[in-house]
């Protein structure tokens, strides 16, 4: 046997695995980057797909729970900062949500002429600022939860589960 014979020989098996594979692991396979002809089996093409999902899973989690802590600790300390100036004592358990109320509470309930004597106003926008910037954080945790969903399900119809 020749080494030309080897290698059409090797040909034809690696084309007759790839035959193997339905049509949506074949496009399913290529639209995650791999060769179909590169997994033996069906079998071994959709454990492959569901370990290389599962993996951006985890790492769209991973990135969006740092980026979160990041943003989520910057609003927690300046909270803490202007509530302290409010002379309000926070638990390290309180929510955020929970925090801003209490010294939004806590600024409206100084009177007109201390407002304007402790410069007031500027600790109000400073309020204001903060809770913004956590419905904005909330809306982007909800749409990055919404999409990672949508992905799944996407991934479930793909797979025909």
Known sequence: MSINSINLNLGFISFEQASNLTQKTKQTLLALGIDPKSVSSETEALALINKILSQRV???????TKSENCAEFEIISKAKSLASYAGITLKESVPIDKMLQKISDKLESISQKDADKLGIENYKKELRDLKNKYSELKEKENTMI??????????????GL
């Open 146 to 159: 919404s999409s990672m969903d949508y992905n799944a399900n996407l991934n479930k119809i793909i797979l």
């Open 58 to 64: 985890q790492l769209a989690k991973s990135t969006k």
